[in-house]
């Protein structure tokens, strides 16, 4: 079944790149929508985009569904605790600009990250791993079932990538991207990642703080 989820969204990943590239032509706030904003990486959501019904596990096996979005703002970025990279670069930057988000023009922004390796990452160990950068943030994860729908809704993907002899050992290629739900649990914008100096893939924070502020003055 792994094997098979595996080849699938090989296949899945190559045709999201595709449509992903016509979608952010067909809603770039530069052509479309009009916004002002200096962000190239922003992509504004058509109105009323309701996520479908989703059930994650978060630490104390409390639930984590849609109406855990209700009233707030809600960024999600999807990654896995074993990621070398890109994973604990964007945690660190969230963590930074964290305190210009949270109960802003009386408002809450909460950070969730799903893991998207659930046979490695359990929900207890998901929120050693989030607290760590912010004791705020939030990690959920589920079963591939129900994470694959939700994580290819957002526009974003993943994919497991067996590497080596070491039995457990495997690397997991996912979006760097992050995606805004409004309070109403709507899918309302996606931040792009853009290569770092580095070669990391990363969302431009402090923009994605400037266009957040002037999403919600408008919602």
Known sequence: MERLIIAFSTVLMMLFFVLGSLQSYRLNPSTTLQFD???????????????????????????????????????????????????????????????????????????????????????????????????????????HQQLWPFVTQLGLIYSIVEDGDTEGFYLVDHSASIVLINPAGEFHATFKSQPSEQGINQVDMDLMVEDIKKIQQDY
């Open 37 to 143: 904003s200096k962000n190239n990486g922003l992509i504004l959501q058509h109105a009323n985009n309701a996520l479908s019904d989703f059930a994650f596990e978060k630490a104390g096996k409390v639930a984590f569904t849609n109406q855990s979005l209700k009233g707030k703002w809600t960024l999600f970025f999807v990654g896995y605790t074993f990621c070398p990279d890109v994973c604990p670069t964007t945690l660190a930057d969230l963590d930074r600009i964290y305190p210009r988000l949270i109960n802003d023009q009386n408002t809450t922004t909460q950070v969730v990250f799903v893991s998207v390796d659930p046979n490695r990452d359990k929900a207890e160990q998901l929120a050693d791993y989030v607290h760590y950068f912010n004791k705020n943030f939030i990690g959920v994860t589920s079963t």
